[in-house]
């Protein structure tokens, strides 16, 4: 079945650096990926998405690339701050079929002052 | 604007009651999911609605859950009767368009049934 998998669980960067997060998606008809960050207690929040026309998005800190030929994409964050740990989530949807969202398992980044 | 609406935030009931949980999309979305959170499945799509209609509820776990959307600005999510392993977070997402696929989350209903 459709399968969003998602790397690394955790992960770990000193303030400042750079973080990226990697997700597979299975079904090749997948044409819309959102981001999602979730902050303890609280539901999560869309940071960026990207639709499979186009090959890389960025705002501000936040960039999404995508390799529709590889089936990925990755979020990157950069000049990493405290206020960034949270748990992000990867997703794949498509726009014809079911139009679910399938989410990757989550990645809890810690940014370390 | 206001965000997905979720009540209550904190459910704390023991096994066997009833619980129902509510959801108040943004206004002018026309389509509503409802997921489950917990460590061990992730986030999981329970049911979804596109015009108050239901269109897939092959994530509803058991006939222990039902979900209704009565009108464009209400749904709810009832359990009964509750068990322990219901304990997880809840949350109700909404999207604009059923087709253009951004959701929306509430804040979540974290349920505990004893």
């Known amino acids: 079945g459709e399968n969003v998998e998602q790397h690394p669980s955790t992960l770990s960067v000193q303030e400042g650096d750079s973080a990226v997060i990697k997700c597979t998606y299975s079904d090749s008809a997948s044409n819309y990926f959102p981001w999602y960050k979730q902050e303890l207690g609280k539901g999560p929040q869309l940071i960026i998405d990207i639709r499979s026309n186009v090959g890389e998005k960025k705002d501000q800190r936040i960039a999404v690339t995508l390799n529709k030929t590889a089936k990925h994409f990755s979020l990157h964050i950069t000049e990493t701050q405290p206020e960034d740990s949270a748990v992000y989530f990867c997703a794949a949807s498509s726009t014809s079929g079911t139009y679910k969202y399938i989410f990757g398992t989550g990645t809890r980044l810690k940014v370390l002052a | 604007d206001a965000g997905v609406i979720q009540s209550p935030r904190h459910e704390v009931t023991e096994m066997g009651q009833e619980v129902t949980l509510r959801c108040k999309p943004i206004s002018g979305h026309n389509s509503l999911f409802w997921y489950r959170q917990t460590m061990m499945r992730g986030l999981e799509l329970l049911i979804y609605f596109n015009n108050n209609v239901p269109i897939d509820d092959s994530g509803m776990p058991e006939d222990r859950f039902s979900a209704k959307m009565p009108n464009a600005s209400f749904s709810t999510l009832k359990i009964q009767p509750s068990e322990p392993r219901d304990s997880a977070v809840y949350f109700c997402?909404?999207?604009?368009?059923?087709?253009?696929?951004?959701?929306?989350f509430g804040p979540g209903t974290r349920l505990t049934v004893l």
């Open positions: 997402a909404s999207t604009r368009d059923f087709y253009t696929d951004t959701q929306y």
